[in-house]
């Protein structure tokens, strides 16, 4: 794809030798390990480079990012409320609010350029930047770009996308086509299934069904399997299964120290558990979507309903449409999911199918591409 584009934007002015980048976005995992992943990359190629991540107050990259060394500032922003109205009547106080707050940043840290993942906090860094003649550099990890990212698109620097055929949403001349970043624990993984099922001390006789609702749990797919745990039993199938806070409890409830059943609010070794799953149910955010094309795993989608633009659906429909998953709607999910799963169970030739068309799909370097693009424009 050609690139082409001039950058107009203020000299770049790295203060002691490396550059400096904001790195600004989070809300799920699907955001923050991407941004984490490019920050890594470019630290190889740049050692001498400074980074600060800007996320919401609140939401889990504040945690997440300082576990994996990087330094984070909070800005007071939501995003807009889908499912409540009546929850945004402060949105654009906050929003407003954000902007002073990311000024102040810019002034402390003094940026060479800046880097959105999407997210509540990556508007009004970008914004920012922008009208200051800053660098900025966008990845859009889903297949139907979100309006912030669209309205960024036009003044951006470069755009990174995860999929093709966006040249409907961002400008052509300066759109690259990456793949999505993913974990190096998870794209260089090399647990065996044998190690993997110790860690979970489930047996090698019975396949295992891995179910992961994103990083903060999915309500219908724990309705699911909650409504129908003692399936798995019956049909000699096993279950690691992530619930995320909102439903532990309740998790916890209905196992009642069930057999071949591990559960947890968050796996955090997600390596041992792609190693371990035969087959798995999972929401389709980009992240989710990107690690399992890796992993090379059959996999039924339960896409987010609520998710901006209904991107989660086009990302599990671009997967469907090429044979390498299965895909039941969320106001389906507590009749068809189990029922779906326990037919692909028993269909070794459907299986087999979806692991190699899914497995054609994985992308291992992304970080690297995005990385080295965006030093080479700042040289």
């Not at 995992?29 to 470019?42: K, L, V």
């Not at 794209?187 to 860690?199: I, M, T």
């Not at 269909?347 to 030093?375: C, F, G, P, T, Y």
Request: charged fraction near 20%.
């Amino acid at each position: 794809m050609s690139e082409g584009q001039h950058i107009n934007e203020m000299p770049v002015s790295p203060i002691g030798g490396g550059l400096r980048f904001i790195i600004a976005g989070g809300g799920t995992g699907g955001h923050i390990f991407p941004a984490i992943a490019i920050a890594n990359a470019i630290k190889k190629i740049a050692p001498q480079s400074a980074f600060l991540f800007v996320g919401a107050k609140g939401k889990m990259e504040m945690e997440k990012v300082p576990q994996a060394g990087y330094e984070i500032k909070g800005l007071d922003i939501a995003g807009f409320n889908r499912s409540s109205l009546i929850k945004n009547i402060g949105l654009p106080f906050k929003l407003l609010n954000s902007f002073f707050q990311v000024a102040k940043i810019f002034k402390s840290f003094k940026p060479s350029a800046v880097i959105g993942v999407g997210g509540y906090s990556s508007f009004p860094v970008l914004r920012y930047a922008q009208s200051k003649g800053i660098p900025t550099f966008i990845h859009e990890s889903n297949s139907f770009a979100g309006k912030s990212n669209i309205m960024l698109g036009k003044k951006a620097t470069k755009i990174f996308t995860a999929s093709d055929s966006m040249q409907q949403f961002f400008p052509v001349a300066k759109t690259i086509l990456t793949g999505n970043p993913v974990r190096q624990v998870i794209s260089n993984s090399v647990v065996s299934k044998e190690e993997a099922l110790r860690y979970f001390k489930l047996s090698a006789q019975k396949k295992v069904v891995l179910a992961i609702g994103g990083s903060l749990g999915a309500k219908t797919i724990n309705e699911a399997i909650h409504k129908n745990i003692n399936g798995f039993a019956q049909n000699n199938l096993q279950l690691i299964w992530q619930t995320g806070k909102p439903y532990f409890e309740t998790a916890t409830k209905a196992i009642n120290d069930k057999e071949g059943i591990y559960m947890n609010d968050f796996i955090t070794q997600m390596e041992y558990a792609y190693s371990a799953a035969d087959i798995v149910i999972s929401r389709s955010g980009a992240m989710a979507v990107a690690e399992l094309c890796i992993v090379g795993k059959p996999v039924i989608f339960v896409p987010y309903p609520f998710a901006a633009e209904d991107h989660q659906t086009a990302n599990a429909q671009a997967l469907v449409n090429k044979n390498a998953a299965m895909m039941i709607k969320d106001n389906d999910a507590e009749k068809q999911l189990i029922p779906a799963l326990i037919n692909l169970t028993k269909d070794d030739a459907a299986q087999n199918e979806m692991k190699n068309n899914i497995s054609k799909l994985a992308v291992r370097n992304a970080d690297e591409v995005i990385a080295s693009q965006i030093v080479e424009t700042l040289k």
